[in-house]
């Protein structure tokens, strides 16, 4: 197993939309962080980080998803804040280790990016196990790729061979979007 770090060809559409992903994983990352340091102040609440963040979560998804002023959020894959939230558990996992700080609010000054996950399986029939490595997008020989959620987008360089990959990571630098993805051949 490795990882390929492409580069992608896009229109402004595109750019467009991959700007609103990560502008929608930042503000996910933000809120979570918020929250969870305003429940911090409470400390007749004993509970852990991560039965917190499982909280916030189900905060996200069942009342701030819900308002009309939030309803631009059901253009984006729910794997985008999922993942956000996930990077803020490991992060605050790593300050209370103490490997490293308090985690910062996330600006649109360092690079975007974000995470997409391919979650979902292929299920012969109801209450019958995954059929295995379903989970995973294959990818083929070629200058196109095929992102769960956001859909096929062209690529400076081809790919040379055929792989499969569950994890997509976009990443921004500078104007140019490059996608990273572990590969399985």
Sequence with gaps: MSSLKQELKLNNKERYKLAGCAGFSRLVYNFGLSLITQSWEFEEIKASDSKRLVEIEKVFTNHVKTKPEYTWMKDYPSAIYSSAL?????????????????????????????????????????????????????????????????????????????????TFTIARVANRWFVSFARLC
Excluded: H
Aim: charged share 25%.
């Design 86 to 166: 996930r990077n803020l558990a490991k992060a605050i996992e790593r300050w209370r280790k103490g490997y490293s700080g308090l985690t910062q609010f996330k600006s649109k000054r360092r690079g975007d990016s974000f995470t997409v996950l391919k979650k979902s399986g292929v299920y012969p029939a109801k209450g019958e196990p995954m059929i295995p490595f379903t989970n995973r997008q294959v990818l083929y020989p070629g200058k196109r790729i095929t992102i769960p959620g956001l859909g096929e987008f062209r690529q400076e360089q081809p790919i040379p061979f055929l792989c499969s990959s569950q």
